[in-house]
């Protein structure tokens, strides 16, 4: 398929960018891993695309007990980053090196798929497990929401339209802790039909997130057993996967990101 007519900005400056996105159909494209193939399907026809690939975005530090990954990080500047090199950490390149295929992982960005917010996408699981927060910019000012209320369903997040991702924004785990990111997928499109990312902390206490199950990325309740809690979860089912395979799946996912990232947790 070919995209429909649509013109098209490179971005030099965070407010060249702002001013291209005053057009209430514009899109903005970073890696175009996930907006140029719905474009192409023309699901997608914006009138306006705006190319922030030059923007100072990316990068990976550690910044005062936190770590900030810019939101124009590829997948494979997170397989490579030292700062991910620790238990505590090693979801996300874990995660990062299951995505797509190396193409993607050359091209695709870490904003451009969180804002993308594919329903069996990756990432979102290990930012939900994690305890992210995602740093927001627009003509306007800035201001932060937390992974947590950032997902609002299929394709859908609390981001404006003429806002960009800029950083994503993790608080560092205690010493001792350890994570894990863990998917059964789909065999020709690498996405994820269950995908459960996990963090175990010194004191037993646990996070997990799934992914690819329901309309949008979710946390499992901390006061609920997993398997209990994925009974009560409304999860849907596909040509792909039924409802009750995803649902067994899933469970399975859960438990393997739990032992492996108690495993790191332990030093194992």
Same mark, same amino acid.
């Given at each position: 398929?070919?995209?429909?007519?649509?013109?098209?900005? $490179?971005?030099?400056? @965070?407010?060249? +960018?702002?001013?291209?996105? *005053?057009?209430?159909?514009?899109?903005?494209?970073?890696?175009?891993?996930?907006?140029?193939?719905?474009?192409?399907? #023309?699901?997608?026809?914006? *009138?306006?695309?705006?190319?922030? =690939?030059?923007?100072?975005?990316?990068?990976? $530090?550690?910044?005062?007990?936190? @770590?900030?990954?810019?939101?124009?990080?590829?997948?494979?500047?997170?397989?490579?980053?030292?700062?991910?090199?620790?238990?505590? @950490? +090693?979801?996300? +390149?874990?995660?990062?090196? %299951?995505? /797509?295929?190396?193409?993607?992982? &050359?091209? =695709?960005?870490?904003?451009? *798929?969180? +804002?993308?917010?594919?329903?069996?996408?990756?990432?979102?699981?290990?930012?939900?497990?994690?305890?992210?927060?995602?740093?927001? #910019?627009?003509? !306007?000012?800035?201001?932060?929401?937390?992974?947590?209320?950032?997902?609002?369903?299929?394709?859908?997040?609390?981001?404006?339209?003429?806002?960009?991702?800029?950083?994503?924004? @993790?608080?560092?785990?205690?010493?001792?802790?350890? *994570?894990?990111?863990?998917? %059964?997928?789909?065999?020709?499109?690498?996405?994820?039909?269950?995908?459960?990312?996990?963090?175990?902390?010194?004191?037993?206490? $646990?996070?997990?997130?799934?992914?690819?199950?329901?309309?949008?990325?979710?946390?499992?309740? &901390?006061?609920? !057993?997993?398997?209990?809690?994925?009974?009560?979860? !409304?999860?849907? /089912?596909?040509?792909?996967?039924?409802? !009750?395979?995803?649902?067994?799946?899933?469970?399975?996912?859960? #438990? #393997?990101?739990?032992?492996?990232?108690?495993?790191?947790?332990? /030093?194992?």
């Amino acid at each position: 398929m070919i995209p429909a007519q649509v013109a098209y900005v $490179r971005a030099s400056t @965070l407010e060249e +960018a702002f001013d291209a996105l *005053s057009d209430p159909d514009a899109k903005v494209l970073a890696g175009g891993h996930s907006l140029l193939p719905v474009m192409k399907l #023309r699901i997608a026809r914006p *009138s306006l695309l705006v190319d922030i =690939g030059r923007l100072e975005l990316g990068g990976v $530090r550690l910044d005062d007990g936190k @770590l900030r990954l810019g939101a124009l990080a590829t997948w494979d500047d997170l397989v490579r980053a030292d700062e991910l090199e620790t238990p505590a @950490l +090693a979801a996300i +390149a874990e995660c990062a090196g %299951v995505i /797509g295929d190396l193409q993607v992982r &050359n091209r =695709g960005t870490l904003g451009g *798929s969180l +804002a993308h917010a594919d329903p069996a996408s990756d990432m979102p699981a290990v930012v939900l497990a994690l305890g992210a927060a995602l740093e927001l #910019r627009s003509s !306007e000012g800035e201001r932060t929401v937390a992974a947590a209320d950032f997902f609002r369903g299929p394709f859908t997040t609390a981001l404006h339209a003429d806002e960009l991702i800029a950083e994503i924004v @993790l608080p560092l785990p205690p010493h001792g802790s350890g *994570s894990a990111y863990v998917k %059964v997928e789909h065999p020709a499109s690498g996405f994820a039909l269950a995908g459960a990312a996990a963090l175990m902390q010194p004191d037993g206490s $646990r996070t997990i997130a799934v992914t690819g199950i329901g309309a949008q990325p979710f946390l499992l309740s &901390n006061n609920t !057993e997993p398997g209990a809690a994925l009974a009560e979860a !409304e999860i849907y /089912g596909d040509r792909f996967a039924s409802e !009750e395979y995803r649902r067994h799946v899933a469970g399975v996912v859960v #438990r #393997r990101a739990l032992e492996r990232a108690a495993e790191r947790a332990k /030093g194992v």
